[in-house]
């Protein structure tokens, strides 16, 4: 019902308003706008995130850059995580 007369209220407003070819209407329920407010603060949330990690990144990147000067050699390299040598012993078994 509610949405019946909803229609009926835009008809008379469009009728009024004679909108022309160049311009455009836009009709938007209600629950449209509350979901893209939610999808807009989801997104500043997870922008704010990404932010925090990039910080994260680069605090340790300069960690490890000072560490490697105080102790003369690039720690990034002598600790870099090599390939498991387990998995190519266990095919040759």
């Known amino acids: 019902m509610k949405e019946r007369q909803s229609f009926k209220q835009f008809s008379v407003a469009f009728k009024k308003e004679k909108v022309?070819?160049?311009e455009r209407l836009v009709v938007e329920n209600e629950s449209e706008g509350a979901k893209t407010l939610e999808l807009l603060k989801r997104v500043a949330e997870l922008e704010r995130i990404v932010g925090q990690k990039q910080l994260q990144i680069d605090y340790l990147e300069k960690s490890i850059e000072l560490g490697s000067e105080e102790v003369g050699f690039d720690i990034k390299k002598k600790y870099a995580t090599g390939h498991s040598t387990i998995s190519s012993?266990?095919?040759r078994s």
Do not use: D, I, P, V
């Open 89 to 91: 012993q266990s095919k």
């Open 20 to 22: 022309t070819k160049a």
